[in-house]
């Protein structure tokens, strides 16, 4: 079974302060997304990344593929009370399959 | 924007009822997945499809069956309602896979957050 693991589970910090949240895995992936999620609502899609080494930002956020597309990390700069939800990466792996494989999810508080 | 729309936004069903829940998406996409989230379990995946009529079991299939007779809908079924099937369910749609790059990322509905008594 292929799983993608989030570190870490729960993180509650001050507006403005910077953090970093990581996606880990044994498996190679073909692609890897990232996902903010509000309670009671769907995930919503932030980011997309195919390249190994691959950075893509957001505004404030920073998206990371590593070279080997078996781990991935979100920055967040000057965090802010908006950006609180939960995360979640998910992958699709080079089998060639139609599943993504969701990480176990960051739950994010940030304090104004 | 890709628009996913499930039904309902919330359902209370008794056990023993049959319960459908439905989904619609206006972006033309081939894949079609239904999830269900727990706490501390995360999003497991009970059905997908890849077109019309086609369907693969997730991780958790047991207890639920799906239909898509069109492109833009597929629905969930639960056959026969459980208290353990008490859960938040969420709909999502994306583009076939390339087999070189995988998918450009899934779009969820709102979620139905459904009860059984």
């Known amino acids: 079974t292929q799983l993608l693991e989030q570190s870490p589970q729960f993180l509650s910090i001050q507006e403005g302060e910077n953090l970093t949240v990581y996606c880990n895995s044994s498996s190679v992936f073909s692609s890897l997304q990232w996902y903010r999620q509000e309670p009671g609502e769907g995930p919503v899609l932030l980011v997309t990344?195919?390249?190994?080494?691959e950075v893509k930002k957001l505004k404030r956020l920073t998206f990371q593929f590593g070279d080997a597309r078996k781990d991935s990390s979100l920055h967040i700069t000057a965090a802010q009370p908006g950006d609180t939800g939960l995360y979640l990466c998910a992958g699709t792996t080079t089998s060639g399959t139609y599943k993504y494989i969701f990480g176990t999810g960051t739950r994010l508080k940030v304090l104004a | 924007d890709v628009k996913v729309t499930q039904s309902s936004r919330y359902l209370v069903k008794r056990t023993g009822e049959k319960v459908f829940l439905e989904c619609v998406q206006d972006m033309d996409h081939e894949n079609m997945f239904w999830y269900r989230q727990d706490p501390g379990l995360g999003l497991r995946l009970i059905y997908f499809?890849?077109?019309?009529?086609?369907?693969e079991k997730g991780d958790i299939p047991e207890g639920y069956s799906v239909s898509r007779e069109k492109k833009e809908r597929f629905s969930l079924i639960l056959e026969s309602a459980s208290t353990n099937q008490t859960s938040m369910y969420l709909c999502?749609?994306?583009?076939?896979?390339?087999?070189?790059?995988?998918?450009?990322?899934?779009?969820f509905g709102q979620g139905t957050r459904l009860t059984v008594v």
């Open positions: 499809s890849y077109d019309v009529k086609m369907k």
């Open positions: 999502a749609s994306s583009f076939y896979a390339r087999r070189d790059r995988g998918t450009e990322g899934a779009f």
């Open positions: 990344v195919v390249t190994g080494g």
